[in-house]
Structure formats: structure tokens, C-alpha cells
């Protein structure tokens, strides 16, 4: 089949099996958004949203975030992953966001990874989410889901080359859909350990069937 093909069968079927497909982070804002995917690295989204109602009610923008201490932040925080270096990433971003950006979340790449604690993946969540960009972040769900489906080659080996081979197959009024997808299947079908082949619509056309 050719990879083209793929694409257009994988866009259809999750068209209809997915047709709302969005981020499972509670958020009100830009910047609670940024926040919970900044501390959504390396941990679940029900975690996250355990930890993020408190945080919010008492640091609910980055001019109260930006007053608080790393040590404070931590104890809202600290049965996330990596607490210490995401507390002090918090602050540090809150902190930029008054001094550079009018306390306002950008809506550039290129400001976005300026911030403090954000990289590209977290950018592009943002880009995707608050801003309606045709962003695609690629974490470790999107990575695993795209090479075992098929839609990147093995030959892709970074984040980076996978986003960049999902953004050019894809028809751009979807990639923003297309992110949830791919999240949500890896989260609760094509898991890591134990996929649900028999659970999954793509199975007749999924490379990991064929390999």
C-alpha cells in the first residue's frame, strides 16, 4: 500500500471512530494549559489533573506564579515526575512570561521554546490546542503509534523526523485532530506493552500485523 493510501485510510477511519478528539488535561486558559504540559512530561494526564486544581486556585496566572518560589511551587507538585526541576521551570517560565511577553502565552514556535522548561512538544501542544495552529506534537504515544501503523518509516528516529513526515501526509485541516488521535489510541489501544489488536479498527492495514 502506498503511504499515501495509508494516510488516507487512517484519517477516515479515525474521522469516524474519533470524530471530538481533544487533550484529556483540564485547563481554562493558555497559560493553564502551558502549565499542565509542562508538568505533564513523563506523567500521566489523570496525575496531572489531580495536582493541577490546587496549584491553579492559588497561582491561577503567571503574575501570582512568578511571585512563588520553586520550593513552594514544589510542594503543590510534588508527586509529579521530576518535581524539582519542573517546580523551578514553572517559575522561571511565569517569571519570562511577565518580563518578555506582558504576561501573556505567545503564540509563536519560536517564542515558545524560549520559555523556560518548554521544548517543542509542549510548544506545539499549545500551538495546537489554544492557538487552532496545524501543529503536531510528537510524544512518546504519537511516536510509538506512527511506526507501528506505518505512517513513518523506521528510518525516523527522532521526534522531530516524525513530526515532520505526519505533517507533510497529512492533510492540514486534520493534524490538529490527527495529534489526539494518535495520543488516544497509543493511550488506551496500541499501548506499549500489550497493544489491543483485537480491539483496533486499523488492524487490517497496520504495519506491526505484517512485520
Partial sequence: MRRQELYD???????KAMPVAKTELHYKDPFELLVAVMLSAQCTDKRINQVTPHLFEDYPNAASMALATPEVIYEYISSVSYP???AKHLVEMA???????????????????????????TANVVLSVVFQQAAMAVDTHVFRVSHRIGLVPQTCTTPLSVERMLVKHLPEETIRDAHHWLILHGRYVCTALKPKCEQCGLLEICARKFA
Avoid at 485510510?9 to 474521522?15: D, G, L, P, R
Avoid at 518580563?99 to 521544548?119: I, N, R, W, Y
Fill in 9 to 15: 485510510k487512517v484519517v477516515e477511519y479515525f474521522q
Fill in 84 to 86: 524539582n526541576s519542573k
Fill in 95 to 121: 517569571r519570562m512570561l511577565i518580563k518578555d511577553f506582558g504576561g501573556e502565552v505567545p503564540s509563536t514556535m519560536e517564542e515558545l521554546t524560549k520559555l523556560p522548561g518548554v521544548g517543542r512538544k
